[in-house]
């Protein structure tokens, strides 16, 4: 890779982490570095409305102009939410972001020093060349376990549609073309002829790739059959609220339990909440 090769970002909500991806010589992405969430807001499942606290979960293009270097929140860049699919749900929202300061009303918070590398990365990027990079952000890793434990929840079918972008960008490690029709997302289509894609109208006649379409069907039914394994061995069933706003990486929970104060008695107690320090990135995760 080259400092200045294209990126895409994905975002996990359950696990708290934020993959940089980056283009390598051969055209394929890979990844280059996972950085722990410090803090996000909200429940799984998509952002629906102004002052949900929610974090969004989709597919969205981050462009030069959506950069903020002047942020009140040390550096961002804004998710664009909502998008077209957003829109056709008529879900609202605004000035949701990835950011520093390690808090979070409906964003995705990382310490001072992550979000410093990630946003050099994107304006090298953008220095030379690449007009947007993608976001995807989706509620946990897609899969077999994780499908398997969430069955139940009511956002499901929202969630298997973002898994067919999950799935094209694992099997082709490339940017996925998103499009949306008939109020859904639509990947890699090529459309024939004059057709075009309406967020609220009806899909055009299009196709996909057959080597990709392939590869991603034969990906699904594997996924499919090893979520159905455990679901018939009885897997625990993921809480569909936790009653909890939001969460973090767990190397920052750690540094949130009480600590003894200094000086204090073996045994005493008075103890401490230690603070997340804005410019720390945890040594497990350092480079």
Not at 39 to 61: H, I, N, T, V
Not at 126 to 151: D, E, I, S, W, Y
């Amino acid at each position: 890779m080259a400092k200045e090769d294209p990126i895409l970002v994905r975002i996990f909500k359950e696990e708290s982490e934020l993959e940089v991806w980056k283009q390598t010589r051969d055209g394929q992405m890979a990844l280059l570095n996972t950085y722990p969430i410090c803090r996000w807001s909200g429940e799984l499942g998509p952002k629906l409305r102004e002052g949900d606290r929610q974090a969004p979960e989709g597919f969205y293009m981050i462009g030069p102009a959506q950069m903020n270097p002047n942020s009140n929140l040390h550096l961002s860049f804004n998710l664009g939410f909502p998008n077209a699919f957003d829109a056709a749900h008529e879900r609202t929202g605004s000035y949701l972001m990835v950011h520093g300061d390690c808090s979070s009303r409906g964003c995705y918070a990382l310490t001072d020093e992550q979000v410093s590398e990630v946003y050099t990365l994107a304006r090298e990027a953008f220095a030379a060349g690449q007009r947007a990079f993608q976001v995807q952000a989706f509620p946990f890793r897609m899969t077999p376990k994780n499908l398997a434990r969430h069955r139940g929840n009511p956002n499901m079918p929202f969630w298997q549609n973002l898994r067919d972008g999950y799935d094209h960008f694992e099997v082709a490690r490339s940017t996925p073309r998103v499009d949306v029709c008939e109020r859904r997302y639509v990947f890699n289509a090529q459309a024939p002829g004059e057709g075009s894609f309406n967020p609220v109208g009806r899909c055009p006649a299009y196709e996909v790739a057959e080597p990709l379409a392939h590869a991603v069907t034969a990906k699904r039914q594997s996924d499919d059959q090893q979520t159905a394994e455990l679901v018939r061995a009885g897997i625990e069933v993921a809480p569909i609220r936790t009653n909890t706003d939001g969460g973090m990486h767990p190397v920052f929970v750690a540094k949130l339990k009480p600590q003894p104060q200094p000086g204090a008695a073996d045994g005493a107690d008075e103890t401490t909440t230690q603070s997340i320090p804005r410019n720390s990135t945890p040594p497990e995760f350092a480079r």
